[in-house]
C-alpha cells in the first residue's frame, strides 16, 4: 500500500495552466504504476493519463492528448500532471492512483479497477 496526497488545484481561466502534484509515502514509490483519474460533478470516474513504473511508457485519453502531460519523480516519490490550454469541460476533482508492480513492469493501466490506492482528490475548476 502507498498513501497518495494531490495538491495543485485551484480556479484558472480558460486557457490557463495548471500543474498538480500527487506526493506519495509508504511503500516504496518506483515499485508502483501511477495514473490521474478525474471526477466532475454528477459523471463517473473516468481516465485522463498513466505512466509506468519508471516512466518510460505514458498513455492520455484523446481529449488530453497535446495538452496534458504526465510524469514522475521518483527520487521526490512525486507524480505529477502539467495541464495546458485548460477548458471549462476539464473542471473536475482530480485523483491519483497507484498500483503495486515490479520494477521491469512496462505496462499501463487505464481503469479505476486496475488500482490499489488513490488519493483524496483535489479540484480543479476552469472557468469560462
Known amino acids: 500500500q502507498v498513501q497518495l496526497v494531490e495538491s495543485g488545484g485551484g480556479l484558472v481561466q480558460a486557457g490557463g495552466s495548471l500543474r498538480l502534484s500527487c506526493e506519495a509515502s509508504g511503500r516504496t514509490f518506483s515499485n508502483y504504476a501511477m495514473g490521474w483519474f478525474r471526477q466532475a460533478q454528477g459523471e463517473e470516474r473516468e481516465f485522463v493519463a498513466a505512466i509506468s513504473v519508471n516512466g518510460g511508457r505514458t498513455f492520455y485519453l484523446d481529449s488530453m492528448k497535446g495538452r496534458f502531460t504526465i510524469s514522475r519523480d521518483n527520487a521526490k516519490n512525486t507524480l505529477y500532471l502539467q495541464m495546458n490550454s485548460l477548458k471549462p469541460e476539464d473542471t473536475a476533482v482530480y485523483y491519483c492512483?497507484?498500483?503495486?508492480?515490479?520494477?521491469?513492469?512496462?505496462?499501463?493501466?487505464?481503469?479505476?479497477?486496475?488500482?490499489?490506492?488513490w488519493g483524496q482528490g483535489t479540484q480543479v475548476t476552469v472557468s469560462s
Open positions: 492512483a497507484a498500483r503495486f508492480a515490479r520494477l521491469s513492469e512496462t505496462y499501463l493501466y487505464t481503469r479505476n479497477l486496475d488500482y490499489d490506492s
